[in-house]
C-alpha cells in the first residue's frame, strides 16, 4: 500500500495534521494507498501558491500556456492504460471504459492546447470621432476546482485545461473516494513542466478544504461538478466574495423512443446511456418513454441485450459493469426498485444486487434491471438514481411526454430516437436541458458545450464555450 501525497506550490507535501484518508478499490475492499487529508491549512497554502503563480502564468503568451497543455495531452496518452488502471482500481468501471476516459480525460487538453490561442479581443466602432472602443478578454485568476468520483479524470482536465488556456492558476479538490487518478494527472503535469503553483492538488477534508477555498477572496472563481445539494452550498458561499461559479450539478434524463424510432438504434442508445459507469453518470438516462405499441418489442429486445452484460470486477476481461461505488449508492437503487414494486411497477429483468466483499462500504454490484408498469408517482421518476435501472413508461402522444420530460427541476440532458427529421427539430427545441442527444446515447465530447438548464447547473464546459468560464471581459474605452 502506498502513502501518496498532495501537491502545492510545485512540492509533494503531507498534511499539517499527518492525517490520512484510504482509498478502496470498490469492488474488493482492497485498501489500494492513502492520500492525504488536507484542510484548512493546506488549502490556504494552495491559494497563496496559486496567486504568487497567477501573474506569471497569465502574463506567457498563449503560445507558451499552449505547448505545456499538448505536453500533458501527449503524457495522458503515453500514460493512458496506466491511468486507466489507477481508475479502474478506485472507481470500478471497466478497464476498456477507463481507457476511454483517460482519451476522453486528454482530449481536453489537446482542445484547450489549440483553443489557448483563441482568446480574441474586439475594435468596437465608437461614437465619437476621437474615441476607441477597445474590448480585452483576460483570465479571471485563481480558480479553485471540485470534482467528483464519477469520472476521476474527465472532470479534473475538463476544468483544469480551459482554466490553464484561459491564463489561470489553479486548486483542485478532488473526491475523496478518487484522488489517485488526479494524483497520477498532477504528476504528469509535473513532469509537463508547469511552473510551480501554477496547479495545486489538495486531497482531504471536503468541508474544511472547501469553506476555505469559498472564503477566500482572492479565489475569483469556483467550478464544480457534483450533486446539486453541494452544488447550492457553494453558490451560496460564493456570495460573499462574489466568485464567478460554474456548476455542474446533477440530472434526471428523460430518453424518449417515438414508435418511429429505428429500434435497435434506441436499444444500443439506451444501453449506453444506461449502463455506462454503471448508470454513475450526471447525464445518464433515469426516466425511459416509449411509445405505445413500441414497447413491448423495446423491452424484448433489450433484455435480449442484457442476457450478455456482464458484471463483476473492472479488471476482469469482458466485464461490461463494474461495481457501485458504495453501499449508499447501492441501497438507492434497491429503494428505487422497493418503491417502484411496492407502488405496482413489475420487475421484467434483474432486480437483483449482491455484496462480494468483506467490508462494508465495497464490494456491491447491481444487474441492469428493467421496470415496467412505471407511473409518475414512483421516486425513481424524480429522484436520480445513479445506477443501471430502467424504469419504463409508455406515453400516447408527443405533447404528452414533452410535457411530462420537462416536468421536473432538472435541466440536463435528454435523450429523443425517431426517425422524423421534423420531429427531431421539434422536440429538441422544446426540451428543456442543455444537451440533447437525438438518436445518440453518448453526446459527450470535448468541442461540444456540455451544461444544464435549471437546477442542473450554471455555464457551460467544453468548447470554445467552455474557456469563457475562466473569462473576464474589459472595457478600455479610449480618448484621442
Ligand atoms: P457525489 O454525489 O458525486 O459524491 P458530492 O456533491 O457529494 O457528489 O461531491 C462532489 C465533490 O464535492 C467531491 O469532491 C466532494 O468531496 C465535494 N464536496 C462535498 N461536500 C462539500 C462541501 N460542503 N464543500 C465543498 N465541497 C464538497
Redesign the pocket.
Known amino acids: 500500500m502506498k502513502h501518496y501525497k498532495m501537491y502545492i506550490n510545485g512540492e509533494w507535501i503531507e498534511a499539517h495534521s499527518q492525517k490520512r484518508l484510504e482509498v478502496l478499490n470498490p469492488a474488493t475492499g482492497e485498501i489500494l494507498g492513502t492520500v492525504p487529508k488536507g484542510g484548512a491549512e493546506e488549502a490556504k497554502a494552495a491559494i497563496h501558491a496559486a496567486h504568487e503563480a497567477f501573474p506569471v502564468w497569465s502574463a506567457m503568451t498563449a503560445g507558451s500556456r499552449s505547448a505545456y497543455l499538448r505536453k500533458a495531452y501527449d503524457l495522458m496518452m503515453e500514460h493512458q492504460d496506466e491511468i486507466a488502471k489507477i481508475m479502474t482500481l478506485e472507481q470500478g468501471k471497466p478497464f476498456a471504459e477507463a481507457k476511454g476516459e483517460v482519451a476522453y480525460a486528454a482530449s481536453f487538453m489537446e482542445w484547450y492546447a489549440e483553443e489557448a490561442k483563441r482568446i480574441y479581443g474586439e475594435m468596437i466602432p465608437a461614437s465619437k470621432e476621437n474615441k476607441r472602443i477597445m474590448v480585452l478578454r483576460q483570465p479571471v485568476g485563481v480558480t479553485a476546482a ?5 469520472f476521476p479524470a474527465a472532470m479534473v482536465t475538463r476544468k483544469l485545461a480551459p482554466a490553464l488556456a484561459a491564463g489561470c492558476t489553479v486548486i483542485l ?4 473516494q478518487t484522488p489517485l487518478t488526479a494524483v497520477k494527472i498532477f504528476e504528469l503535469l509535473e513532469r509537463a513542466g508547469l511552473p510551480k503553483g501554477v496547479v495545486n492538488l489538495v486531497t482531504g477534508s ?2 474544511e ?3 476555505t477555498l469559498m472564503e477566500d477572496s482572492r479565489v475569483r472563481k469556483i467550478t ?4 446539486t ?3 447550492k ?2 453558490i451560496k458561499q460564493s456570495a460573499d466574495t462574489v466568485k464567478r461559479v460554474s456548476m455542474e450539478l446533477g440530472g434526471h434524463a428523460p430518453f424518449i423512443v417515438f414508435d418511429d424510432a429505428d429500434i435497435d438504434q434506441a436499444v444500443e442508445g439506451a444501453l449506453g446511456s444506461k449502463l455506462r459507469n454503471c448508470g454513475q453518470v450526471c447525464i445518464a438516462s433515469n426516466r425511459f418513454y416509449v411509445q405505445e405499441g413500441i414497447q413491448e418489442i423495446f423491452v424484448e429486445k433489450l433484455k435480449r441485450r442484457l442476457q450478455h452484460y456482464k458484471i463483476g470486477n473492472g479488471m476482469e476481461e469482458g466485464v461490461l459493469i463494474g461495481p457501485m461505488i458504495d453501499r449508499k449508492g447501492f441501497e438507492k437503487v434497491e429503494s428505487h426498485i422497493r418503491d417502484a414494486v411496492e407502488k405496482g411497477a413489475k420487475i421484467a429483468v434483474g432486480g437483483q444486487g449482491c455484496h462480494r466483499a468483506d467490508h462494508e462500504d465495497a464490494g456491491y454490484f447491481f444487474e441492469p434491471t428493467i421496470l415496467t408498469d412505471v407511473k409518475e408517482n414512483m421516486a425513481v421518476m424524480s429522484e436520480e438514481t445513479f445506477g443501471p435501472l430502467i424504469p419504463i413508461v409508455t406515453f400516447k402522444t408527443e405533447e404528452e411526454v414533452l410535457r411530462a420530460a420537462n416536468d421536473t427541476p432538472y435541466g440536463l440532458a435528454a435523450y429523443l430516437f425517431t426517425q422524423s427529421l421534423s420531429r427531431a427539430f421539434r422536440v429538441s427545441e422544446r426540451l428543456e436541458y442543455g444537451i440533447i442527444g437525438v438518436n445518440d446515447g453518448v453526446p459527450s465530447t470535448a468541442q461540444a458545450p456540455f451544461g444544464g438548464f435549471k437546477e442542473s447547473g450554471i455555464g457551460r464546459e467544453g468548447g470554445h464555450y467552455g474557456i469563457d468560464a475562466f473569462l473576464e471581459t474589459k472595457f478600455i474605452s479610449i480618448g484621442l
Request: no cysteine.
Open positions: 471540485i470534482t467528483p468520483w464519477n479538490k478532488p473526491a475523496s471536503a468541508g478544504v472547501g469553506n464544480f461538478t457534483g450533486s445539494e453541494v452544488g452550498v457553494l
